[in-house]
């Protein structure tokens, strides 16, 4: 793991209003801003691991983007997480592969705070349960990390395409969200 190559940007409030937007509900837990849509907006935020309630929350990266959750939505009802657990219990180098993406996705909530008994996210190591959050770790941690969320990431169409999900927040000094790079380069 090396978040330095990829780092995530404290979510300011324009961030938060835009996350409101994309969830029709506020923010939980929300700590950063892990990738940004080429349009600007977050499309994948950092969570606490732990609500303010303390109750654990185990997903470290949540998409946000209502279009990019519902294309991968379509990808998970065509069948693509049976097929890539099958292909997980044939191929030793993806079965290795993707053990390293769970082991780097628990490290990055590791260094935030430990979920004793908590597994990583999306199914990972041993098959996927969530495309979900394979994507969001793909993008929040930039190419070559997980190779399933990589994978699916590669099967989505745009979604940013057509302009932002929802309109760009402003902050207090009149800015919105600043643009970001596309879902295989890294943000800054």
Not at 25 to 48: F, I, K, M, S, Y
Not at 57 to 66: A, D, E, H, I
Not at 112 to 140: E, N
Request: charged share 20%.
């Amino acid at each position: 793991m090396n978040p330095s190559q990829h780092p995530s940007a404290p979510a300011t409030p324009a961030d938060a209003a835009a996350v409101k937007a994309q969830l029709g509900r506020p923010p939980r837990g929300l700590r950063a801003v892990a990738h940004r849509c080429p349009c600007g907006n977050p499309d994948v935020v950092e969570t606490q691991p732990r609500l303010e309630d303390g109750t654990p929350f185990p997903t470290l990266y949540y998409l946000t983007c209502p279009r990019a959750a519902s294309a991968i939505g379509t990808l998970e009802a065509d069948g693509v997480m049976k097929d890539m657990t099958a292909r997980l219990a044939e191929d030793p180098e993806l079965a290795v592969a993707y053990r390293a993406a769970h082991e780097d996705y628990i490290a990055r909530r590791d260094a935030i705070d430990v979920l004793d008994g908590f597994p990583s996210a999306g199914g990972m190591p041993d098959r996927v349960k969530c495309l979900h959050v394979l994507v969001g770790h793909a993008l929040a941690a930039g190419p070559g990390v997980n190779p399933l969320g990589d994978e699916a990431l590669a099967m989505l169409p745009d979604w940013w395409a057509k302009g932002p999900c929802v309109p760009l927040q402003q902050d207090a000094a009149g800015a919105g969200g600043s643009a970001g790079s596309g879902p295989a380069e890294e943000t800054s």
